[in-house]
C-alpha cells in the first residue's frame, strides 16, 4: 500500500472513531475532566472544562446558524481551545472524551 492510502485510511478510522465516541459541545459540562482523542490513537487530559457553550439562531434570509465554544485547563495547544460554527443544522461529534467514573 502506498503511504498516501495508509495516510486516508487511518484518516478514515479516526473520524469513524470521534464520530462514534466523541461528545458533543451541549454534554460536555463545565467543571467535568475531559480527554482530546489524538489522531495517534492515546488521549491526552485536557483537564477540567472552564467554558462549554452554543448557540444557534435563526435568520429569515440566512436560515440557520450554530456556534460552539469549549476552554478547557489544558491551553498548551492551539487545537485544545474549540470554538467552531456554521450554518445548517448544529455541530458533528468533537474528539472529546471522558473516563468512565472520574466525574462522579
Known sequence: MSGECITELKKLAYDSHVAKNGMY????????????????????????????QGDSNICWHDGPSWSESLTFENTSDKRYTIYRGGYGCGGSRLPITEQPGENV
Not at 454534554?27 to 495517534?40: F, R
Open 25 to 52: 459541545q451541549h454534554a460536555v459540562k463545565e467543571g467535568n475532566v475531559y480527554y482530546y482523542m489524538e489522531p495517534d490513537g492515546t488521549l491526552t487530559l485536557l483537564g477540567k472544562c472552564l467554558c462549554s
